[in-house]
């Protein structure tokens, strides 16, 4: 930048770290209170940010154990956090992965392959893809509602029905892969060619390996997405040990059982293995949300 | 430049890919034909077209390269499109908790229903007798033949003595399918069933079915099916319950027009939910930036530090975020309303009153929003060219002026599709209003439920899951109403995209 007095400067320095501090606090006060929250007895209870008299119940029920108090009194787990947890974790897993094959293999054909009606196909992916799944939750609910008479394994209640939804949601990633295959010189595939390649031998030994950091982009992507999903999984699941965590983490703060403690500590284990798989991967995260978005 | 398609595959590999396809087309049809037979026509034939594509794809060589993305596609038409156009259809339906069943079922169900004669009531117990069960009637002294329980049948009562062994009474409740099936007759004719857990007596249906669209009830009045409004009607008109699902054309719509009870919360969730969704891109975008630019800022130090401390927001699983700003908004215990209480002495009702629960819902997105902002920003900042700055600088001008004059005008053009993008998203942002208000507060003197933080999409998912109405129909109606928006905003950011990709290549 330009050159600036020094005494400018540092008032400027003052206000710049002034700003972000508050700022900062502002921000993650939710964070320094759920925490606090966490170690304080009951559920609704008032006190200051540090415990006075600190707890460690909610923990012990987040964990799934029983916690006897002081007075022999022992409280069971309100919920099946942990249950939840897996629901989630599976379910992100399998349909993640899922994702992540036919995307790569869909992205590699946009890219590469000539098909008739291409461009007339990813312009109607795109159009699609802006269409999120919540809007036609109600036919979803219908068509499973009607697939569970056939069977069980594929009705309401049922995880399949779940990961065959999110499955579907491949279009944007279809994008963000193909984006990077598009950056890939094409010398590489001519000399495969030339070599005898197929062009399924060229995607299994040439662009697969090297998409290898944009599946990865993509998979974590594509994992949180399922794991923060609340409208389709609230439609689509209803019993108790079925709910993924986002289903059933609302049940905590209901009217009627307000159990805020129990959530605080809950939300803590559970939220925390998401942060910190985004934050390691957030540098690569940010670049593909833009790409995916932006490339044409 | 694209790689030619049909390069001969080797020889002779043809048979065991074709075995293959065979079998998986045969599993597809035979799932084809099993939907069908469940009475899921529909999804039979979606069924049969995807069994048809997928040979046609796999099993022609000259489609090697639609093989590729067949996957992607038939799941985007079955999981996505489909379902898109089935609510449209649904919009035109009577579905809802009234009219929830098929005609088929409707029929099965009023036909099922009969009435006990009290006076012919009388308790039984259940004899096992080898494998099969002999049904004992205590008051009357009477023991039927033996019968397997397994199906329908009917069996003959003969006076006896009182069997040795008799079930226990919940293992008798384990056989109540067969009971239920089960007919017996008395010596004198008489014609009893099973009436419940714990007796049998004469049971006479309510109605019978006399012609495919006729049915006449006990008492000899005849209810005629009305598949206009999916009801069975007696002769004055009543409407017999359950009703079943019947195409009712553009009632739906006009309902949404014309009742001044939906109509008028229709309009204002409509006004909210875009202007929830601008003030969410500004404020978000807006605060995302001014951080970007202090965060840009050579002389800053701790930069690192503060970059992963302020996209905290965007890390943490939203649900989760949400639901404790939930708990923190509480207006009795919450923490915001003791702090605002212990400074300024007030207590603001954050979920009950309207305008307020209004701004918490924008405060919140605002926090769940703006890293992201922040981040594409940084990475659009640092594409502007350092020199225009320093010019400008130069010439004179203020920090703020360079910033609008210089920096804004720069990076707006490649913002707009993000924005328009970030505009849709909180268009239908259902996961904020739901986990945060629930759409709470109502909006006074409704028929439907409708809030004043109710989003066109949350307020939808209520109409078709959160009351007792069920009113799929109408939510399906409302659901076509919202393609029509999101349509254009999707034209308006592919216009906006491909805008943005022409500037792209024309600058390489």
């Known amino acids: 930048m330009i050159v600036e007095r020094p005494k400018d400067l540092l008032i400027k320095k003052i206000l710049a770290h002034g700003f972000m501090l508050i700022f900062l606090a502002l921000i993650l006060f939710p964070f320094f209170m759920v925490l606090s929250i966490s170690f304080r007895e009951g559920n609704f209870s008032v006190g200051s940010i540090i415990p006075e008299n600190p707890t460690l119940e909610h923990w012990y029920l987040a964990f799934g154990l029983d916690y006897t108090r002081a007075d022999g009194t022992v409280v069971e787990p309100p919920y099946p956090v942990l249950l939840w947890m897996w629901n989630s974790i599976k379910i992100g897993l399998i349909a993640g992965f899922g994702v992540l094959v036919i995307a790569t293999i869909s992205a590699y054909a946009f890219s590469r392959i000539r098909i008739k009606g291409k461009s007339a196909m990813l312009d109607g992916l795109f159009l699609i893809q802006m269409f999120p799944t919540t809007l036609a939750l109600v036919a979803i609910y219908a068509i499973f509602d009607a697939l569970g008479e056939v069977s069980p394994f594929l009705g309401l209640d049922s995880h399949v029905a779940l990961i065959l939804i999110y499955m579907a949601g491949v279009t944007l990633h279809i994008w963000t892969i193909k984006g990077y295959f598009d950056s890939i010189d094409t010398a590489l595939d001519k000399a495969a060619a030339i070599d005898g390649a197929t062009p399924w031998q060229t995607f299994r030994f040439i662009f697969l390996p090297l998409a290898v950091p944009i599946m990865s982009v993509v998979f974590v992507l594509a994992f949180i997405g399922f794991i923060n999903d609340y409208p389709i999984a609230s439609v689509l699941i209803r019993s108790e040990s079925q709910m993924t965590l986002a289903v059933g983490s609302r049940l905590y703060l209901n009217e009627f059982r307000y159990l805020w403690g129990d959530f605080a500590a809950a939300a803590i284990l559970s939220g925390l293995p998401i942060t910190v798989v985004f934050l390691i991967a957030q540098r690569y995260l940010v670049s593909g949300l833009s790409d995916g978005a932006v490339k044409g | ?508």
């Open chain 2, 1 to 508: 430049m694209t790689a030619r398609a049909d390069i001969p595959v080797s020889e002779g590999s043809d048979l065991p890919r074709l075995l293959g396809v065979g079998v998986i087309s045969i599993a597809l049809l035979f799932a084809a034909f099993i939907l069908y037979a469940f009475g899921q026509p529909l999804f039979g034939a979606i069924m049969l077209a995807l069994a048809t594509g997928f040979a046609i794809v796999f099993g022609a060589r000259r489609f090697y390269g639609a093989r590729f993305i067949f996957p992607g596609i038939a799941a985007v038409l079955i999981f996505i499109a489909f379902p898109v156009a089935y609510t449209i259809y649904i919009g035109f339906t009577n579905y809802s908790s009234f009219n929830l069943l098929t005609y088929e079922r409707t029929v099965e169900v009023l036909t099922s229903r009969a009435s006990v004669d009290p006076t012919t009531e009388q308790p039984f117990a259940v004899a096992p007798d080898g494998d099969n069960f002999r049904i004992w009637l205590p008051e009357t002294g009477l023991l039927s033949d033996p019968v397997a329980l397994d199906g329908i049948a009917e069996a003959q009562l003969n006076p006896a003595s009182e069997p040795s062994t008799l079930l226990e009474r919940r293992d008798a409740i384990r056989l109540r399918e067969g009971l239920g099936l089960l007919t017996l007759v008395t010596p004198d004719g008489t014609i009893i069933q099973n009436a419940g857990l714990r007796t049998f007596a004469s049971v006479t249906p309510d109605y019978q079915q006399i012609s495919p669209d006729t049915l006449v009830s006990a008492d000899g009045t005849v209810l005629t099916a009305n598949h206009d409004i999916g009801f069975f009607e007696t002769p004055e008109g009543e409407r017999v319950p359950p009703g079943w699902r019947v195409a009712i054309g553009w009632d739906n719509f006009e309902r949404v027009f014309q009742s001044e009870g939906i109509r008028g919360p229709m309009v204002s969730i409509f006004v909210w939910t875009f202007v929830f969704a601008i003030l969410s891109v500004v404020l978000t975008f807006a605060v995302g930036l001014t951080l970007a630019v202090i965060l840009q800022w050579p002389h800053l130090r701790f930069k690192a530090l503060y970059r992963i401390l302020l996209i905290l927001p965007y890390a943490v699983p939203a649900f989760i975020s949400i639901l404790v700003f939930r708990g923190l908004f509480n207006q009795n215990f919450g923490e915001i309303n003791l702090i605002l209480e212990a400074l300024f002495g007030i207590r603001p009702d954050w979920f009950t009153d309207g305008t307020l629960a209004r701004s918490m819902v924008l405060i919140v997105n605002t926090w769940l929003g703006y890293p992201y902002m922040m981040l594409l920003a940084m990475g659009f900042l640092q594409a502007v060219p350092e020199d225009h700055k320093k010019a400008a600088a130069l010439e004179g001008a203020s920090a703020l002026r360079v910033f609008f004059t210089i920096t804004l005008p720069q990076i707006i053009p490649p913002f707009l599709p993000l924005l328009i993008a970030s505009f849709a998203f909180n268009f239908n942002n259902m996961v904020l209003i739901f986990l945060l208000t629930r759409g709470l507060p109502d909006i006074p003197g409704t028929v439907i439920p409708a809030g004043e933080t109710d989003i066109l999409a949350s307020f939808t998912y209520r109409l078709a899951f959160d009351n007792a109405g069920q009113e799929f129909g109408l939510a399906g109606a409302i659901t076509l109403l919202i393609f029509v928006v999101v349509a254009a905003i999707s034209y308006a950011n592919f216009v906006a995209m491909r805008r943005a990709a022409q500037r792209r290549s024309g600058r390489a």
